[in-house]
């Protein structure tokens, strides 16, 4: 079992930039694709970017990006130029089989206009 481990949101004036982690633990890391989701309150949780230098949402192309570090079992999300409507709960998971599982607690973000 995965178990997954976000961090380094917090709070940050729009155009300001943060970068997430999720941090691994369980089983082998290189083989799992991970995926970064957020929800926003009122709202459903959103697909934001997975691995795969393609597979990224059109609200957050061109200002996110996904990077992973194998050796620290770590997969980043780097936020660039933020904006108030990219506040949110910020959570990774693991691609299997054929849906994300194994949820981590998510990280609060919050940009400030």
């Known amino acids: 079992q995965v178990q997954l481990v976000e961090s380094g949101g917090g709070l940050v004036q729009a155009g300001g930039s943060l970068r997430l982690s999720c941090a691994a633990s369980?089983?082998?890391?290189?083989?799992?694709?991970i995926g970064w989701f957020r929800q926003a309150p009122g709202k459903e949780r959103e697909f934001v970017a997975g691995?795969?230098?393609?597979n990224i949402a059109d609200s957050v192309k061109g200002r996110f990006t996904i990077s992973r570090d194998n050796a620290k079992n770590t997969v980043y999300l780097q936020m660039n130029n933020l904006k108030p409507e990219d506040t949110a709960v910020y959570y990774c998971?693991?691609?299997?089989?054929?849906?994300?599982?194994?949820w981590g607690q998510g990280t609060q973000v919050t940009v400030s206009s």
């Open positions: 369980g089983r082998t890391f290189s083989s799992y694709s």
């Open positions: 998971a693991v691609w299997i089989g054929t849906r994300y599982d194994c």
């Open positions: 691995d795969g230098s393609t």
